[in-house]
């Protein structure tokens, strides 16, 4: 799942204009991810032929690094739509307030400072596996976008 990059080429002036990547006609398409230093990254998907781009967009295949990758997921709304709806999902089983207290619960049973009462434990844990769904999910969707 390639990700590709290119710089925008704006025409100042009255009638300026600005040059984007151009994407294919045909589903699957590409989606722009966001712009980090100047560079707008593209998510192109395997079976997606991109038609020839504009010369002077400078479009080429990105080289990611994990530092590179994570300043795109900060930078993408894809990525931004992602950990809202994971939000949504955990918030639609549990409060914030059900989170705190399996976060107290859960930090004092690890430090030794607390014992579980009656069904906590079940409920800590019952509360961690959705997170950890919603969590695989998050990144099932991420890994679709090729971050």
Not at 3 to 30: H, V, W
Not at 70 to 94: F, N, V, W
Request: hydrophobic share 40%; proline share 5%.
């Amino acid at each position: 799942m390639p990700i590709y990059k290119y710089q925008r080429n704006i025409t100042t002036g009255p009638n300026g204009t600005t040059l984007y990547f151009r994407n294919a006609e045909a589903e699957p398409r590409a989606q722009e991810l966001g712009e980090v230093a100047g560079w707008h990254y593209v998510y192109v998907p395997t079976a997606t032929v991109m038609p020839e781009q504009p010369a002077g967009i400078d479009w080429q295949l990105a080289t990611l690094t994990d530092a590179l990758r994570e300043q795109i997921k900060t930078a993408s709304r894809p990525c931004h739509l992602i950990a809202d709806r994971m939000q949504q999902m955990i918030r639609g089983a549990y409060s914030l307030e059900d989170e705190q207290y399996f976060s107290r619960i859960g930090v004092g049973a690890a430090l030794g400072v607390y014992v579980f009462q009656a069904g906590e434990m079940n409920a800590l844990l019952a509360f961690g596996a959705h997170v950890e769904a919603v969590r695989q999910w998050g990144k099932d969707r991420r890994a679709e976008i090729g971050l």
